[in-house]
Structures are given as structure tokens and as C-alpha cells.
């Protein structure tokens, strides 16, 4: 039996690890900690709630006092919290720096004096900046961040390195691509164009769309930091990707055509400030060494994810009226 620390298990992919997670592993106690930011949603983790082996503890990565509290008997940690949105990051970059740079500094000062014996900090692609069009990010790759939220993963990354090189502090950092699936906050570009095209809403398409990404199914990525806590080595960093790269327009058509959604929908609009133009990963090194492979193709996933966004109106509107923030309002914590 192990005890896990996850942090940012209110937020889209946290979540979905703690359900991965419990759903393997059902003997394991987790500690869900959360600010409840706008991103963080008590929806993505109710059905646990009340469960035995798994707590919620309302909080800041920040907050050295409670971290320090909370490492008591923890195992393993694994660091989802962050600021996570590119366009916020333009407009707020303060609060990244806050969060995903001395936040993580926090968590790890905390971690390594309660000898945790292993620190998973969920990085990025975006670290490595933007590809032309040949070529794909290895770990080898120079990191060079465009976007104030890249540069703090990046800062992250660098100290997480930092507390491997000097303390000998068993970390091991995963760089993911853009992952999709259920419970992704509608701000992000598949949840917004789902939610949207449902109530015939215009499609906002940055630039000239042909911006590059490489798309994973969630529970790929899941997966993949399942196989890293079961056998990854510290130190090392590993890529985490599918081998689906889209343009943002081919995406944006795919999902159009699944719903049944004319392609007038699609507004272009002006571009984001340094948007990177492409994105694709490298991830033969986890497949080789951990023996990691993703069970999605995008089509697949893609199918997957609009089934839960049909099935699941509810969940949407309770983030469209505001209500999935009374949660927050009610706890004293
Ligand atoms: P998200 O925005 O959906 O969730 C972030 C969660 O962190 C929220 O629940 C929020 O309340 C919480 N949080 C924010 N600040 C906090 C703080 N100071 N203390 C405690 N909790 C706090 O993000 P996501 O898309 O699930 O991403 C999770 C992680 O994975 C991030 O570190 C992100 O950089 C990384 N990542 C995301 C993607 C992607 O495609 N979404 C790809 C690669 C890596
Ligand atoms: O309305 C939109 N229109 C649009 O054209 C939005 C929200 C996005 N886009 C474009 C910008 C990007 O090229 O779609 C692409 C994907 O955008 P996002 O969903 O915002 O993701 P991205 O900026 O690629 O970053 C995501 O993947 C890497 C996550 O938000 C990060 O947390 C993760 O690290």
C-alpha cells in the first residue's frame, strides 16, 4: 500500500489521475490537495468523496506550513497544480510565477525534509518552445519557453532539477503534450469548441489555424505517469506524447463534422501574442525504457471525449451558471 499526495486534483488531468489511480490501485490512500482556483472543480472528484482512501484537503502548494503538514507518511507526490492556460498567462503572468515557480519550491523544500521517496513534477512540452516543420522535442532537446506560462514550467522544471542535483532528491519531471479528454476546463481548445458548437456558438480559430499540436487522450497520459512512479528513474526527465499531430484547424473541423456542425461556425480571429507554431514529442524514450504505449488513437479518444461532454450536460452547466464554485464558497478551509 502506498500514500500518494497529488496536488491539483480538482483541475482536468489531476482528476483524471486520482480516478486512474483509485480505479488501479484501490488499496492506496490519496491526499487530493487544491486551491480551487477558477479551474479547480469539486465536480471532477465527488463520486470519491466520502470514500474510504482518499481526502481533500482545500489548499495552497504556497503554503509551506500545510505542505509541510500534509508530507507526513506520503510516498509519492504528484505535482499537477499549476496555472495552466497560455492567454491567461498573457495577461496575469504574475500569478504563474507565483504558483508554478515558487509554489513548486515550496512542494519540494517540503517534500525532500519528509524523505519522500518519489516527486513527480508534470511539466510540458511547451518548455522546449516551437518547432518548424520537420523535426520533434527529444529530453534532449534546449528548453527555450515563448509564453510567460512556459517560462514558469520551465522555472519549475530547472528547480526540480536543482533538488535532483543537489540534495540527490528523487524527482523525475514528465513533459506531456496537449492532452484532451473528459472534465477539460472550457477554455482550453477542444472543451471550448465542443461546448460551443452544442449551442451553436461561433468557433474562434486563432491566426490562420494551422498552428501544430500533438494530441493525447487523458488516460495515455495517465497511464504514462503510471509507468513512470512504478519504474521511472530519478533525475530523468520523460516526453509523454501521441504521435497525433493536427492542425488546430483539422481539429477544429473533425469535431464539427462528429456533432454534425456546419464549418460557418469557425470565426478567425487574431492571433495570440507568441504563439508557438508547432508542437510534436519525441517519447521513445518512455516507450523503450518504461515500456509506456498509448492505448487511444485521436479518433478514439476524440469519440470517447465527446460521449462524456453529451452525457454529461450537467457538469458544463454548472460551470456555465457559476454554481460549480459554491463548493469553494461553503468551505471554511
Ligand atoms: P488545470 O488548470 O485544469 O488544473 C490545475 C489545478 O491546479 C486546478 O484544480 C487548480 O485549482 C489547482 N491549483 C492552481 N493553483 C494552485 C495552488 N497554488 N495550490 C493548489 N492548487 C492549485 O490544469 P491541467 O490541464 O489539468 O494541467 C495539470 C498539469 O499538467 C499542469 O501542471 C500543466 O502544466 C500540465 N500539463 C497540462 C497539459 C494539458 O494539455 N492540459 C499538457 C502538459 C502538461
Ligand atoms: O479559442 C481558441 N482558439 C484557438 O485557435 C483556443 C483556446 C486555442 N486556440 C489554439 C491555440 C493553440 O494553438 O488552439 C491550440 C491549443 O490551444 P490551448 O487549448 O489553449 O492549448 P495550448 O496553448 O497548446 O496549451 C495546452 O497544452 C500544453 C495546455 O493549455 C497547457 O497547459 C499544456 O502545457
Redesign the pocket.
Known amino acids: 500500500m502506498q500514500s500518494l499526495l497529488v496536488t491539483g486534483g480538482m483541475g482536468f488531468i489531476g482528476s483524471n489521475f486520482i480516478h486512474y489511480w483509485k480505479k488501479h490501485h484501490p488499496e492506496d490512500h490519496v491526499i487530493n490537495v487544491d486551491l480551487l482556483t477558477y479551474a479547480g472543480n469539486r465536480d471532477n472528484t465527488r463520486m470519491l468523496e466520502g470514500q474510504g482512501g482518499y481526502r481533500f484537503v482545500h489548499g495552497d502548494i504556497g503554503d509551506a506550513t500545510l505542505m509541510k503538514k500534509l508530507m507526513r507518511g506520503v510516498d509519492v507526490v504528484v505535482h499537477f497544480a499549476?496555472e495552466?492556460?497560455?492567454?491567461r498567462s498573457i495577461h496575469d503572468p504574475g500569478s504563474f510565477v507565483k504558483t508554478n515557480v515558487v509554489g513548486t519550491q515550496i512542494l519540494l523544500e517540503a517534500a525532500r525534509q519528509a524523505g519522500v521517496k518519489k516527486f513527480i513534477h508534470i511539466s510540458?512540452?511547451?518548455v522546449y518552445g516551437s518547432l518548424g516543420a520537420e523535426g520533434a522535442f527529444s529530453e534532449e532537446t534546449p528548453i527555450a519557453p515563448n509564453s510567460p506560462?512556459?517560462a514558469s514550467?520551465a522555472g519549475s522544471d530547472l528547480l526540480v532539477r536543482a533538488y535532483y542535483e543537489t540534495y540527490g532528491f528523487p524527482a523525475i519531471i514528465t513533459r506531456?503534450?496537449?492532452?484532451y479528454g473528459p472534465r477539460q476546463f472550457p477554455?482550453?481548445?477542444?472543451p471550448?469548441?465542443i461546448t460551443r458548437a452544442l449551442r451553436n456558438e461561433t468557433?474562434?480559430?486563432?491566426?490562420d489555424?494551422l498552428?501544430v499540436?500533438d494530441w493525447l487522450y487523458v488516460d495515455d497520459h495517465c497511464s504514462a505517469i503510471a509507468c513512470v512512479i512504478a519504474s521511472g528513474v530519478p533525475g530523468e526527465v520523460y516526453n509523454v506524447g501521441g504521435q497525433n499531430e493536427r492542425t488546430?484547424l483539422e481539429v477544429v473541423q473533425r469535431i464539427l463534422k462528429l456533432l454534425g456542425k456546419p464549418e460557418s461556425l469557425i470565426h478567425y480571429?487574431t492571433d495570440?501574442l507568441g504563439?508557438?507554431r508547432r508542437?510534436a514529442i519525441n517519447s521513445s524514450k518512455i516507450r523503450r525504457d518504461l515500456g509506456w504505449t498509448p492505448a487511444y488513437s485521436f479518433e478514439s479518444g476524440l469519440q470517447k471525449t465527446l460521449n462524456w461532454y453529451l452525457e454529461e450536460s450537467e457538469w458544463y452547466a454548472r460551470i456555465a451558471d457559476g454554481s460549480y464554485r459554491e463548493d469553494k464558497e461553503a468551505d471554511p478551509t
Open positions: 499549476a495552466s492556460h497560455v492567454d510540458t512540452d511547451e506560462y512556459s514550467k506531456c503534450s496537449n492532452n477554455e482550453k481548445l477542444i471550448l469548441l468557433i474562434p480559430l486563432y491566426g489555424g498552428n499540436r488546430n480571429v495570440r504563439h508557438d508542437y
